[in-house]
């Protein structure tokens, strides 16, 4: 199912939110995909990496779901 969840709080003590998330992954002999995006906060991280095992894109996706995470606080504590 393309449309998924992610946990987010700003700080470690915050009770984190629960954002909808538009996701699609993949994996091939010898590498994995995993587009993730957040239309409501203009966010998209897309990642390609090789790999030696066929272990899915699970852990990228795990990657790039922290990746998200990051952007989403440098976003809230930006001035603009």
């Known amino acids: 199912e393309p449309v998924q969840r992610i946990r987010y709080a700003e700080n470690e003590d ?45 852990p990228v996706t795990s990657a790039a779901a922290d990746i998200m995470r990051d952007f989403l606080r440098f976003k809230s504590s930006a001035q603009y």
């Open 14 to 58: 915050d009770e984190p939110e629960i954002l909808p998330l538009i996701s699609h992954g993949g994996s091939s002999m010898g590498s994995s995909s995993v587009l993730l995006l957040l239309p409501e906060h203009d966010i998209v991280v897309a990642m390609t990496v090789n790999s030696v095992t066929d272990g899915g894109s699970g």
